[in-house]
């Protein structure tokens, strides 16, 4: 990955250029490498042990064979697929590598899923031949809820498939030494435990086991992939430039991290999307990276906002190619700033994960902020698991009675006696300038619902101007969730839900029919917990029910939301 072009004013570059020469002052780069927690912090809490990727560029070479091996055998053995079963770290540098990388003759259909939505876990279950897949749960605690309930239901469907005595030939943990998941994994006989760096964080791991794991599944060649990440170690100025510009843009509150990215590196945002947000979403501060918002006119874009273009030089694509690269010229020509990274093919991924883990331990330094830990995650999910001890002990999630019920069913700060007036104050109480608009769906993520909530977003990006991002869940918990609680608090979280035709019983143990629980309990006790936890904070977020059909619900939302609907006049 390299820097190919920054576009901004006189006036920001000379920003940009002040903070690299401060970071060349002070030897911010050099005392990272030499693990100098002081950069961030006086007390090495969370940092001198969650600095492990610096060197996996190096060391994950050893890892090679083992993954190779592993995944020989299973081809050896027929196997077509694999199914990565994890959240957040865990699972979105795989889905980048399946994503841009494909799969290769003869390796493995590589597929994630990172949701609790039963609609989703039945999907997979159904689509995928159970006798042929090779099953890769995911989690550096060894106790991630979400991993583990979807272990178990997998493990007894395949015990349905091939037999108690072959299902555990059919798992491979990737996890932290000494977790829960290897001792399960030990105990059900699976076919390979990867044992990763216990001084890795999730999010900065994409190029340990937690990644390359998956993209060794695919086919993909790790040494040359290892290849890129070591050249950027050795040539580490496109991540601290990168660094500098995230830093100068914080400071001169330039906050929304807009990504512009060519086709076939798209899925690479929601990775950078974990690592910015959570890593900088705290203390009162936070830059908020916006991923796959739908284009708008150059000149619309609020004060706030700082762009990425990342290119990919794509031959078997020239014409997408030239309009991302239209739309980030004419974005600087309207005044803001861009700064342009460039990948050269697809390997690239290897220094382009290296340098944005720099670039956002950078980012960090000029915030004043720690970016190993996530002090906030902790509260969506303590809330969580009371819900669900609740449920168990009574039988009943609670349910709390709409404020307005006008069609759809809202629950929240609700203003007015419709469902536009509803939403059109809700809106207009984001300050001018500085909120952003996050949209929440507890919804199974499918094409069909993500289009859909695609041109929500895009309609209220025109209707308001503020940034817009967009996030299922539980998935979204683990990546923006800390941001959403952490930073400044202007952020407007509509939280969408709707109700499940199917839902599929959580196992209280592999290899055991009895269930307290369904997907479908846990999916909704998240969504309440998330909700309270964010108003716990302060923050305004309304909660929108779309019923038993998402695809009507949201039709119905967005013509609410027709400026022509709106008779307050409130939201331009």
Same mark, same amino acid.
């Given at each position: 990955?390299?820097?190919?072009?920054?576009?901004?004013?006189?006036?920001?570059?000379?920003?940009?250029?002040?903070?690299?020469?401060?970071?060349?002052?002070?030897?911010?780069?050099?005392?990272?490498?030499?693990?100098?927690?002081?950069?961030?912090?006086?007390?090495?809490?969370?940092?001198?042990?969650?600095?492990?990727?610096?060197?996996?560029?190096?060391?994950?070479?050893?890892?090679?064979?083992?993954?190779?091996?592993?995944?020989?055998?299973?081809?050896?053995?027929?196997?077509?697929?694999?199914?990565?079963?994890?959240?957040?770290?865990?699972?979105?540098?795989?889905?980048?590598?399946?994503?841009?990388?494909?799969?290769?003759?003869?390796?493995?259909?590589?597929?994630?899923?990172?949701?609790?939505?039963?609609?989703?876990?039945?999907?997979?279950?159904?689509?995928?031949?159970?006798?042929?897949?090779?099953?890769?749960?995911?989690?550096?605690?060894?106790?991630?809820?979400?991993?583990?309930?979807?272990?178990?239901?997998?493990?007894?469907?395949?015990?349905?498939?091939?037999?108690?005595?072959?299902?555990?030939?059919?798992?491979?943990?990737?996890?932290?030494?000494?977790?829960?998941?290897?001792?399960?994994?030990?105990?059900?006989?699976?076919?390979?435990?990867?044992?990763?760096?216990?001084?890795?964080?999730?999010?900065?791991?994409?190029?340990?086991?937690?990644?390359?794991?998956?993209?060794?599944?695919?086919?993909?060649?790790?040494?040359?992939?290892?290849?890129?990440?070591?050249?950027?170690?050795?040539?580490?100025?496109?991540?601290?430039?990168?660094?500098?510009?995230?830093?100068?843009?914080?400071?001169?509150?330039?906050?929304?991290?807009?990504?512009?990215?060519?086709?076939?590196?798209?899925?690479?945002?929601?990775?950078?999307?974990?690592?910015?947000?959570?890593?900088?979403?705290?203390?009162?501060?936070?830059?908020?990276?916006?991923?796959?918002?739908?284009?708008?006119?150059?000149?619309?874009?609020?004060?706030?906002?700082?762009?990425?273009?990342?290119?990919?030089?794509?031959?078997?694509?020239?014409?997408?190619?030239?309009?991302?690269?239209?739309?980030?010229?004419?974005?600087?020509?309207?005044?803001?700033?861009?700064?342009?990274?460039?990948?050269?093919?697809?390997?690239?991924?290897?220094?382009?994960?290296?340098?944005?883990?720099?670039?956002?331990?950078?980012?960090?330094?000029?915030?004043?902020?720690?970016?190993?830990?996530?002090?906030?995650?902790?509260?969506?999910?303590?809330?969580?698991?009371?819900?669900?001890?609740?449920?168990?002990?009574?039988?009943?999630?609670?349910?709390?009675?709409?404020?307005?019920?006008?069609?759809?069913?809202?629950?929240?700060?609700?203003?007015?006696?419709?469902?536009? @007036? =509803? &939403?059109?104050?809700?809106? !207009?109480? #984001?300050?001018? /300038? $500085? *909120?952003?608009?996050?949209?929440?769906?507890?919804?199974?993520?499918?094409?069909?619902?993500?289009?859909?909530?695609?041109?929500?977003?895009?309609?209220?990006?025109?209707?308001?101007?503020?940034?817009?991002?967009?996030?299922?869940?539980?998935?979204?918990?683990?990546?923006?969730?800390?941001?959403?609680?952490?930073?400044?608090?202007?952020?407007?979280?509509?939280?969408?839900?709707?109700?499940?035709?199917?839902?599929?019983?959580?196992?209280?143990?592999?290899?055991?029919?009895?269930?307290?629980?369904?997907?479908?309990?846990?999916?909704?006790? @998240? =969504? &309440?917990?998330?909700?309270? !936890?964010? #108003?716990?904070? /302060? $923050? *305004?977020?309304?909660?929108?029910?779309?019923?038993?059909?998402?695809?009507?619900?949201?039709?119905?939302?967005?013509?609410?939301?027709?400026?022509?609907?709106?008779?307050?006049?409130?939201?331009?």
């Amino acid at each position: 990955m390299q820097i190919s072009a920054l576009r901004a004013s006189a006036d920001f570059g000379a920003q940009v250029q002040q903070a690299a020469e401060r970071l060349a002052a002070e030897r911010v780069y050099e005392r990272i490498l030499a693990r100098d927690h002081t950069v961030w912090r006086p007390d090495p809490t969370e940092i001198t042990n969650r600095l492990g990727w610096l060197d996996s560029p190096r060391v994950m070479r050893d890892a090679i064979g083992p993954i190779r091996q592993c995944i020989d055998a299973v081809r050896a053995d027929g196997y077509t697929h694999a199914l990565l079963l994890g959240m957040g770290g865990s699972s979105l540098a795989p889905e980048v590598f399946r994503a841009v990388f494909g799969v290769a003759d003869g390796f493995l259909d590589l597929s994630v899923l990172d949701s609790t939505q039963p609609n989703a876990v039945l999907a997979k279950a159904r689509a995928l031949d159970l006798t042929r897949t090779l099953f890769l749960p995911a989690t550096k605690s060894g106790g991630t809820v979400e991993t583990l309930s979807l272990l178990k239901y997998f493990y007894n469907r395949t015990v349905d498939a091939v037999g108690p005595t072959e299902a555990g030939r059919h798992f491979a943990a990737i996890t932290d030494p000494g977790s829960g998941l290897e001792a399960l994994a030990q105990h059900l006989g699976f076919h390979h435990i990867f044992l990763n760096d216990p001084n890795i964080g999730g999010r900065y791991s994409a190029l340990s086991y937690y990644g390359l794991v998956a993209a060794g599944a695919i086919g993909a060649d790790l040494g040359h992939l290892l290849d890129r990440a070591e050249r950027a170690t050795a040539d580490p100025q496109p991540g601290i430039q990168l660094g500098a510009f995230l830093g100068a843009g914080a400071l001169a509150g330039r906050d929304k991290l807009t990504l512009i990215a060519s086709p076939a590196i798209s899925a690479l945002g929601a990775w950078i999307e974990q690592l910015i947000a959570e890593s900088t979403g705290k203390d009162g501060k936070g830059l908020l990276p916006v991923d796959l918002e739908p284009e708008c006119a150059a000149h619309t874009y609020g004060p706030d906002r700082l762009f990425i273009h990342l290119r990919l030089d794509d031959a078997a694509d020239t014409r997408a190619l030239r309009l991302s690269s239209g739309r980030s010229q004419a974005i600087a020509a309207a005044g803001h700033p861009v700064l342009c990274l460039q990948l050269a093919d697809a390997y690239d991924l290897g220094s382009a994960f290296f340098h944005w883990e720099i670039a956002t331990a950078i980012a960090g330094f000029f915030l004043d902020i720690h970016p190993f830990d996530q002090p906030d995650v902790e509260a969506a999910k303590e809330l969580a698991r009371q819900m669900v001890a609740a449920y168990q002990q009574r039988g009943a999630l609670p349910t709390p009675t709409p404020d307005l019920v006008d069609g759809l069913a809202l629950y929240g700060p609700v203003q007015g006696t419709t469902l536009p @007036q =509803a &939403l059109a104050r809700f809106l !207009a109480s #984001g300050e001018s /300038g $500085r *909120a952003y608009i996050a949209l929440q769906a507890h919804l199974p993520p499918t094409p069909a619902t993500t289009n859909a909530l695609q041109d929500l977003r895009r309609q209220l990006l025109a209707r308001t101007g503020l940034a817009t991002t967009l996030g299922f869940g539980p998935r979204f918990l683990h990546s923006t969730g800390q941001l959403h609680k952490g930073d400044a608090g202007h952020g407007l979280f509509i939280q969408l839900t709707a109700d499940s035709a199917e839902d599929a019983p959580i196992p209280d143990q592999a290899g055991t029919s009895a269930s307290s629980i369904t997907f479908g309990v846990l999916a909704q006790a @998240q =969504a &309440l917990g998330d909700r309270q !936890a964010l #108003g716990d904070q /302060g $923050r *305004a977020v309304l909660r929108i029910h779309l019923g038993a059909d998402i695809a009507t619900g949201i039709a119905q939302l967005r013509r609410a939301l027709d400026p022509n609907n709106d008779p307050t006049g409130a939201v331009q």
